[in-house]
T-cell receptor, first 112, second 114 residues
């Protein structure tokens, strides 16, 4: 049973436009959410996170929005750049243990 | 470069065999995590060690085992290998345990079981 779902396996966005990556979760005990970015032949790298006490966190071109009632979070990238082409993993954790549950990832293609 | 090293990069072996994957965490990181990424799957958490002690266990098969040594490097042992064990295996490290801490990932070991 997948607790963290990224329902879009891939997404194509024009360079300069906004990229919106979505993530849904089922476990209401999750209290911390993270996004990781992965290039081919490399390990994932941390991008941005948000605590369940907030509904928005911004870091430069990247903003994560959390809607706890809908158990939904999204990552916005504005403006999208060619270097943003990668696989993006949504992840969630429960403060009661150290496990992080990852989604299957969304492959983002930034089109020239 | 995350500072986490994993060896080997690629490993090809046959069913029924046993292999050992090695991970060296970033300097100063005490916590090591192992993940498996199979085709079309997300990162599946396997096991975590902190300062030599097992701290958390995920969906790790009984055929798999791991340990963290006094110098903090870690090894993941996979035995009685099956075709379905073919995957990318990532190691990650963090300064302290706790899912809220940023984890730094190595480049992974690609295991192919024939």
């Amino acid at each position: 049973d997948q607790q963290v779902k990224q329902n879009s396996p891939s997404l194509s966005v024009q360079e300069g436009r906004i990229s919106i990556l979505n993530c849904d979760y089922t476990n209401s005990m999750f209290d911390y959410f993270l996004w990781y970015k992965k290039y081919p032949a490399e390990g994932p790298t941390f991008l941005i996170s948000i605590s369940s006490i907030k509904d928005k966190n911004e870091d430069g071109r990247f903003t994560v929005f959390l809607n706890k009632s809908a158990k939904h979070l999204s990552l916005h990238i504005v403006p999208s750049q060619p270097g943003d082409s990668a696989v993006y993993f949504c992840a969630a954790s429960d403060n009661r243990d150290d496990k992080i549950i990852f989604g299957k990832g969304t492959r983002l293609h930034i089109l020239p | 470069d995350s500072g986490v090293t994993q060896t080997p990069k690629h490993l090809i072996t046959a069913t029924g065999q046993r292999v050992t994957l090695r991970c060296s965490p970033r300097s100063g990181d005490l916590s090591v995590y192992w993940y498996q990424q199979s085709l079309d799957q997300g990162l599946q958490f396997l096991i975590q060690y902190y300062n030599g002690e097992e701290r958390a266990k995920g969906n790790i098969l009984e055929r798999f085992s791991a340990q963290q040594f006094p110098d903090l490097h870690s090894e993941l042992n996979l035995s009685s290998l099956e075709l379905g064990d073919s995957a990318l295996y990532f190691c990650a490290s963090s300064v302290t345990p706790g899912a809220h801490n940023e984890q730094f990932f190595g480049p992974g070991t690609r295991l192919t079981v024939l």
